[in-house]
T-cell receptor
Framework: GAGVSQSPSNKVTEKGKDVELRCDPI?????LYWYRQSLGQGLEFLIY????????KSGLPSDRFSAERTGGSVSTLTIQRTQQEDSAVYLC???????????????FGPGTRLTVL | DAKTTQPPSMDCAEGRAANLPCNHS???????VYWYRQIHSQGPQYIIH?????ETNEMASLIITEDRKSSTLILPHATLRDTAVYYC??????????????WGLGTSLAVNP
């Protein structure tokens, strides 16, 4: 079946502009995660959605970052007034089972490479 | 901070077994060990996970020491396509615990012809 998809694959923007990144999770997956990965680094958690529960926003680096998940499916990560340090690959993952279950394997999309000039 | 320690890089000859170590000395009783890999310019790919017992699937085997403080991922017959960064992650699955995966820098595995 279809995996996690993300769009756009690449985004170049100017400092100070707002950007929106989209994630389409695997159908039926209840959990959705956003991470970012700077060059040569491991993944940094940003935000987590689980069903209708309040999202875990503990990883968002500043109030310029926000995310929504509409209808329990598609998610949009928004970065306002982008800065050069926001340049990174933004990865989305989804999983079938909530963390209370015995496993929580996350399936990742290909990522969006954001470059802020 | 990452809860695991991995060597930054390893080499392996094509067709040989690749054994990737991971130390997780502070692992808690309810934390699983997950392995993912990331091929250049792609999103991470799930490989395998385990709690106490050794696990095997079509991709790899996971050997966890009896004290659970370390583990080894084994790719039995490495191919050039296995060249990637391999991440070892520990994570609790209980509701209310930290749900996010905490990623270190992983091991960059180079499979050579």
């Amino acid at each position: 079946g279809a995996g996690v998809s993300q769009s756009p694959s690449n985004k170049v923007t100017e400092k100070g502009k707002d950007v929106e990144l989209r994630c389409d999770p695997i159908s039926g997956h209840t959990a959705l995660y956003w991470y970012r990965q700077s060059l040569g680094q491991g993944l940094e958690f940003l935000i987590y959605f689980q069903g209708n529960s309040a999202p875990d926003k503990s990883g968002l680096p500043s109030d310029r970052f926000s995310a929504e998940r509409t209808g329990g499916s598609v998610s949009t990560l928004t970065i306002q007034r982008t800065q050069q340090e926001d340049s990174a690959v933004y990865l989305c993952a989804s999983s079938l089972r909530p963390p209370g279950a015995s496993t929580d394997t996350q399936y990742f999309g290909p990522g969006t490479r954001l470059t802020v000039l | 901070d990452a809860k695991t320690t991995q060597p930054p890089s390893m080499d392996c000859a094509e067709g040989r077994a690749a054994n990737l170590p991971c130390n997780h000395s502070t692992i808690s009783g309810n934390e699983y060990v997950y392995w993912y890999r990331q091929i250049h310019s792609q999103g991470p790919q799930y490989i395998i996970h385990g709690l106490k017992n050794n696990e095997t699937n079509e991709m790899a085997s996971l050997i966890i020491t009896e004290d659970r403080k370390s583990s080894t991922l084994i790719l039995p017959h490495a191919t050039l396509r296995d060249t990637a960064v391999y991440y070892c992650i520990v994570r609790a699955n209980n509701a209310g615990n930290n749900r996010k995966l905490i990623w270190g820098l992983g091991t960059s595995l180079a499979v050579n012809p």
